[in-house]
């Protein structure tokens, strides 16, 4: 293959930067048009009692169905219908309760305008999205959003590019308009993605990750120095708690505890562990979120951490280790 002459470079990036600037404008054009309309169609799907089918064809329907991805993720229920499977049976999922958001650039597309009427007998609302407010879709709908853009991206201005990229962000617009509408914070989506980061660091809890209390090392603070180092080698936490009779931790003694008596020429067998362990541990307790666990260890640049209940009796332990196994951090 003959390498890529100069100008050839010089007009892919012109290319691309003309691409950048003309969908850039196709968004920032919507943002004049928002008004009353996109208001009425946030007011239409919050007082629904169904769910909210989108639907589509060609790019429309690719941008359509990532609409309903984002809805559904952003706790207003939603999925996606084909605009040519509904005609054929898909339009059975559709309840008098629901909204139908329909996508269509010309808003003349003949899979999406043949399922509106059906769509109407069914009971169901519609909202249209289209970059002709004239079309029959608009005019057919309930409340029409205006996606229409001045000119497509594509060189020969055919190719769906502007226009699907201005259909997403009012797509997004909307969503976003519907979340804060429903007040849907942090955890709700959580909960909506548990498999994602987020849902682990705010869905994991202290307890799901840390090792309970019978494989967590704790000795007498009168314990010799060469018990801990012993119930530090078995435990393979790289610590040994240090608790007193009743269970309540009073101590802890790591690695690096060890490391700062040696260089002060501690003798180990002689020594007792209360002179040597770091008092007054932090702790914290088993309901408290993993990533509060993550944070207090960074702040205070720990690698260990004692958990205790109410009482503050011990009742486990967690390393770093632990949290990135459980892909809190």
């Known amino acids: 293959m003959a390498p890529i002459q100069p100008a050839q470079d010089s007009r892919a990036i012109e290319l691309a930067r003309r ?3 003309i969908e850039a404008a196709a968004v920032s054009a919507l943002a004049d048009r928002v008004g009353s309309e996109f208001a009425q169609a946030v007011d239409l799907i919050r007082k629904r009692n169904g769910r909210v089918i989108v639907t589509g064809i060609g790019k429309s329907g690719h941008i359509a169905r990532k609409l309903a991805a984002t809805l559904a993720s952003t706790g207003t229920p939603a999925y996606f219908v ?3 499977e509904a005609a054929h049976g898909d339009l059975g999922m559709i309840t008098p309760e629901d909204v139908v958001i329909a996508l269509s650039n010309s808003g003349s597309s003949e899979e999406v305008l043949t399922i509106v009427p059906l769509v109407k007998r069914q009971g169901a609302r519609l909202i249209s999205m289209t970059g002709n407010p ?3 879709l608009a005019r057919e709908a309930d409340v029409h959003l205006d996606a229409a853009v001045s000119e497509e991206a594509c060189p020969l201005n055919l190719a769906p590019t502007a226009s699907t990229t201005a259909a997403l962000a009012l797509g997004d617009a909307l969503a976003v308009a519907l979340l804060d509408a429903r007040g849907f914070g942090t955890e709700d989506f959580a909960r909506s993605h548990p498999g994602g ?3 682990r ?3 994991t809890h202290v307890g799901d990750v840390m090792r309970d209390k019978a494989s ?3 000795i007498a603070p009168d ?3 060469t018990q801990a180092l012993l119930a530090m080698t078995t435990g393979g936490m790289g610590m040994t708690a240090i608790v007193d009779a009743a269970g309540h931790p009073v101590g ?3 690695d690096g505890d060890l490391r700062r008596a040696l260089e002060k020429g501690c003798d180990v067998r002689s020594t007792r562990l209360s002179a040597v362990m770091t008092a007054s541990p932090r702790t914290i307790g088993p309901d408290a979120l993993a990533i509060d666990a993550v944070e207090m260890m960074e702040r205070l640049r720990i690698s260990q951490l004692l958990v205790v209940d109410t009482a503050g009796v011990l009742v486990g332990a967690l390393t770093t280790h632990d949290l990135m196994l459980a892909k809190v951090i």
């Open 134 to 136: 004239d079309s029959q």
């Open 19 to 21: 691409v950048l600037h």
């Open 252 to 254: 802890i003694f790591t």
């Open 223 to 225: 314990a010799p120095l």
């Open 82 to 84: 084909h605009a040519a």
């Open 197 to 199: 980061a987020l849902g």
């Open 216 to 218: 967590v090392p704790a």
């Open 201 to 203: 660091r705010l869905l």
